[in-house]
């Protein structure tokens, strides 16, 4: 199994009355609650986090794209993996990932041809590009992308990007959102003909299907965790069976809360305040604003996939409030805790559920001190991770992870591997 280092970047200072004062989290909270001085503070705690995984041989460090978002202060992924393309370079273990731009967001797409082409440049050949439809309150709210053409947007993104990558010519395009007459972008991927693609989605039908007959790793990034992920997993092999693709279990992931202490009962005393933050305040977003008409396609309503964030599926503050406790969040998959032997198991019993070879490791989480991140990414390193090794280790994971190149002490060419 693959397992990679996710940091979301939550703002870890929210007031305590947030959830009661505000109506969300995402795309309308007051940017008069973010201070710049703490906020300096915190991004380069999580830097530090992400440049520790690479010290304990993660198999890769990701960050991900968010707008006007409090839970996740990234809105340019691109420049958190430029910096820690610095320290990637040197690894021979870790690889870099951004799951990813949202590809209908970018106007001209062709700069995330030429982003993501510097970032596999900077890592030496160790960069996977991650292309997300988005979520509707990223695109269609915070940026005002129409929810009807946002997907064919993002197809004709996508095409495009190929094209840039897979063609060593000038090349021009005339599609219906873009067209240019000179496409020429320095530099080229290192990897060739382009990186490894993920699909990182919410589960829709359309977005199965992109990722099964392109061969690209599909990745559910649900904050709910391998219990309610099966809802998503399990029609994406369904689909993948209909549509007769192998299931290598590499082009599946997931996104899982891990917390990991000496003890079961330690682990509670640890981490619960700061999984309470995650789900009280960070995942505190408005029903109005979590899916706008248009956005989710007639056939993944047919098929009867929804938002997390819709309102039809009772929110995890809400089961809180209800009384659901540390043992009932652990029972119902929303985070896999406890001492290193309880989250081998719990997190073996998802992924063999899941059929999923990559493992989204969400080990810094709400109001978590930088302290506590750091024990946790140590403690799942060094006596978790090395025991689930070997699950699905009879599959060949290449197509999906890069390998890199040797680099040269001088200036020169180098080895392309």
Known sequence: MKFV?????????????????????????????????????????????????????????????????????????????????????????????????????????????????????????????????????????????????????????????????????????????????????????????????????????????????????????????????????????????ELGADRNPYKAGYAQIICVSETDERAQTDYEEHVRYFFNKCLHIDPRIAEAPGYRTVKSLRAGLRSQFDGTQKSAAQMLKDGMGWKELIEEGFIVAGSPASVRDQLAEGAKDLRVGNIMCLLHIGSMPHWLAIKNLQLFAEEVMPHLREIYSEWDHSHYWPTGFAEEEQSGSVAQV
Not at 31 to 40: A, M
Not at 88 to 95: A, I, L, P
Request: aromatic fraction near 16%; charged fraction near 20%; avoid cysteine.
């Open 5 to 241: 280092s996710f940091n979301l970047m939550p703002y870890r200072e929210l007031p305590a009355d947030f959830e009661g004062k505000y109506p969300s989290v995402w795309v309308t909270p007051p940017k008069t609650l973010f201070d710049p001085v703490k906020g300096h503070r915190m991004y380069h705690d999580y830097l530090d986090e992400l440049e520790f995984s690479i010290d304990l041989g993660y198999d890769a460090v990701g960050v991900n794209e968010h707008h006007s978002n409090a839970y996740g202060m990234m809105p340019s992924p691109n420049l958190m993996a430029s910096i820690l393309s610095r320290k990637v370079r040197r690894s021979d273990k870790t690889s870099l990932m951004v799951l990813g731009n949202s590809l209908a967001a970018y106007n001209p797409p062709i700069r995330v041809a030429e982003e993501f082409a510097m970032l596999d440049v900077l890592s030496g050949g160790k960069f996977i590009a991650g292309f997300p439809v988005g979520t509707s309150m990223d695109g269609n709210y915070a940026y005002g992308i129409n929810p009807a053409e946002l997907r064919e947007r993002y197809y004709e993104a996508h095409d495009l990007i190929m094209k840039t990558w897979n063609s060593d010519d000038l090349i021009m395009w005339n599609g219906k959102y873009n067209q240019f007459r000179y496409i020429n972008p320095w530099p080229r991927t290192a990897q060739r003909p382009h990186p490894p693609v993920w699909i990182p989605g919410g589960g829709s039908v359309e977005t199965y299907d992109f990722s099964i007959k392109h061969n690209y790793s599909f990745s559910y990034l649900s904050y709910f965790g391998h219990k309610y992920a099966k809802k998503v997993m399990g029609p994406f092999w369904q689909r993948n069976d």
